[in-house]
């Protein structure tokens, strides 16, 4: 239980534990494999970050938008969610 955990905390998924698990006892070249692993592990929280940072530049702008019309009565990000799904049935 607790080499599953200590996987997981670093940012092994549960896939990843189970080959890991498998590898520890191998004959194959273990550290090739465990560090292809950690490749697409950080492969893919490279990606994650990417996406988390469109997504803050999309909020940052939105936020900003929304400060700029307030006066107008009307709220900049409901509008244009109304907008945006009118014109996609």
Do not use: N
Request: charged share 30%.
């Amino acid at each position: 239980m607790r080499f599953i955990r200590s996987a997981q905390a670093t940012g092994f998924t549960l896939e990843d534990v189970t080959a890991l698990f498998h590898l520890r006892d191998g004959t194959t070249d273990i550290c090739e494999d465990v560090q292809a692993l950690i490749e697409d592990r950080l492969s893919d929280l490279e990606k994650w970050m990417s996406d988390l940072r469109l997504v803050q530049r999309v909020l940052k702008a939105t936020l900003k938008r929304c400060r700029e019309t307030e006066w107008s009565g009307h709220c900049y990000v409901i509008d244009r969610l109304i907008a945006g799904s009118a014109s996609h049935p």
